[in-house]
């Protein structure tokens, strides 16, 4: 279960994966119909089929509703996971089955480059990046990069 935020509302939801049927069960409260891979969700408009990769969303009155990860991308940002923590963030694994959602400030602290993904937990670049001349929260490719982008920036400027 992951907590997604619009600009008026908090609500929850949780990313149909294909393979999260335990998830989606704890979820939804109720055993759950799957076929060819699509589950079958009960919302106010009657059943409707969420395909893998779409996100089933918990409304305000407790119902339940599939999203396109498109139009979810659009609408929503999903927060970070950190307990109290309203940051938007983003996705980040150590390998398949441990994806987390985090912040940037959290993301940093759990080993993780902002820019590509990358764990980078313990690597002295990352965690002393100050001291190595590499942007904080990013890997040293990551860092080489914003620092090239800066440096065209200023050139413009020049110019
Ligand atoms: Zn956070
Ligand atoms: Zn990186």
């Known amino acids: 279960m992951l907590r997604i935020q619009n600009k008026i509302t908090q609500k929850e939801a949780i990313q149909w994966t294909g393979k999260n049927e335990k998830e989606l069960y704890n979820f939804l409260g109720k055993m759950l119909t799957i076929y ?21 969303i918990k409304g305000l009155k407790g119902e339940f509703y599939p999203c396109k990860p498109n139009i979810f991308e659009q609408s929503y940002d999903v927060l970070c996971e950190e307990k109290g923590c309203n940051e938007p963030a983003q996705k980040f694994s150590i390998e398949e089955g441990t994806e987390e959602y985090l912040c940037f400030k959290h993301a940093t602290e759990s080993g993780f480059c902002w820019g590509c993904g990358s764990f980078c937990g313990g690597m002295e670049s990352f965690d002393f990046a100050e001291a190595h001349g590499n942007v904080r929260g990013y890997c040293e490719h990551c860092s080489d990069e914003i620092k090239m982008d800066c440096g065209e920036y200023d050139d413009e400027e020049v110019q």
């Not at 060819?36 to 089933?56: F, S």
């Open 36 to 56: 060819g891979g699509r589950v079958q969700i009960e919302t106010l408009e009657g059943t409707m089929e969420a395909n893998k990769g779409d996100w089933i």
